[in-house]
């Protein structure tokens, strides 16, 4: 397996690299860390290069070898130092809300994981109807036949956003706490889990999640970083227009409508925010056969559908929030979308 430059699949200096070091802080040997995955320290002095998937696997099962213990996955992901993420990471520092922090990561991790670019492209938490926005982590690893990379991912994965979500969440709103879902059985050795930031920890649940109430998540704070975050915010931009290969220009449109979504949103609002005439906005969506307002009403459409189908939310609500006039509006829009009603999307869920 070698390595390949520019083109490959996943940078070396963002996530393997962090990986390596947080291994190695575990008591790996580099060399072992290593073993036949074709990546060599010379490597790590190159200025660009990228490794393969398989590549990156190998290096996680070498690493999952040498340190085995409970929750190892845990112990890495509090580890794992955010430079790793690439400029994104350093919006933890200064992002005015964890709303608009969860956004940055998502749009960015492309550059860090385009491996799950497919998984940032779709809804991934809703508001139900204690006012606690609720977040899923049980999306697919890539790894699914494997357990033990599995379960050591979603442990990292577990780790990394509970972290996010302790450095970026508002801790002075009246309710301050997080609590975490876990859909497994309580391990023999739970000691691993009390270093994770969160206020309660429930195993056997029937699902992988973290919450919080709406006012952690969206009530802005930090006011004096507002444009440190907007500078981090604009290097990331300009790091995605390099590699335009990664994510064609639709797709670009597509993720910024859903990370900066409201019921009031227009093309002027888009363009303005992407730093172009809302007319080059239509004439780049048009060369590749898209519209500005098929993407909005498909963003619509996959907020209302993922509100209907995991939150209790009443349905005149979830229409307020996608932006329909009321909820007959809602259930006919759903219908032609999807093809059934609201009352069968949400009685899958029940």
């Known amino acids: 397996m070698n390595a390949k430059l520019v083109g490959g699949s996943l940078p070396l200096h963002r996530h393997p ?31 660009e290069i990228n490794i393969g998937f398989d590549q990156f696997q190998r290096l996680l099962h070498n690493g999952i ?25 350093f919006v933890v520092h200064c992002s005015p809300s964890l709303k608009l922090a ?31 926005v609720v977040e899923p982590i049980d999306y697919a690893t890539g790894s699914e036949q494997q357990t033990l990379l599995r379960d050591f991912i979603r442990d990292w994965r577990l ?18 706490s997080v609590h975490v879902r876990l859909d497994r059985p309580r391990p023999s050795e739970p000691n691993a889990y009390r270093s994770l930031p969160c206020q309660s920890l429930a195993f056997n649940c029937d699902e ?22 907007e500078r981090i915010i604009d290097e990331c931009e300009r790091e995605l227009c390099r590699v335009p290969e990664r994510l064609p220009f639709t797709e670009r449109v597509r993720s910024h409508i859903r990370a900066h979504f409201r019921p009031d949103l227009d093309l002027e609002t888009v363009a303005r925010q992407l730093h ?28 209302a559908s993922y509100q209907l189908r995991y939150s209790r939310l009443a349905v ?26 609201v009352g069968e999307i949400r009685a899958v869920i029940e």
């Open 276 to 303: 172009l005439t809302p007319r080059s906005l239509s004439r780049r969506l048009a060369r590749e056969r898209a519209s500005f307002r098929r993407l909005l009403h498909a963003v619509r459409m996959e907020i």
């Open 17 to 47: 690299l962090g990986f390596i070091e947080a291994f190695c802080s575990l008591g790996a040997s580099q060399e072992r860390l290593l073993r036949d995955t074709g990546i060599s320290p010379a490597m790590f002095e190159m200025r």
């Open 159 to 176: 780790a990394v956003t509970l972290r996010l979500w302790d450095l970026c969440g508002n801790k002075e709103v009246d309710d301050p």
């Open 102 to 132: 969860g956004e940055a990561f998502r749009r960015y991790l492309v550059m860090s994981q385009p491996h799950y670019a497919a998984h940032t492209a779709r809804p991934n938490a809703y508001l139900d109807a204690d006012n606690r």
């Open 65 to 89: 070898e040498a340190c085995s213990r409970p929750a190892l996955g845990v112990a890495v992901g509090m580890r794992f130092d955010w430079s790793y993420w690439g400029p994104v990471g």
């Open 208 to 229: 992988f999640s973290i919450s919080a109430h709406r006012d952690f998540v969206f009530r802005r704070f930090r006011p004096l970083r507002k444009r440190a975050f």
């Open 316 to 341: 005149e609500e979830v229409a307020a929030l996608a932006g329909f006039s009321c909820a007959s509006s809602l259930r006919r829009a759903v219908k032609s979308w999807t093809g059934v009603t």
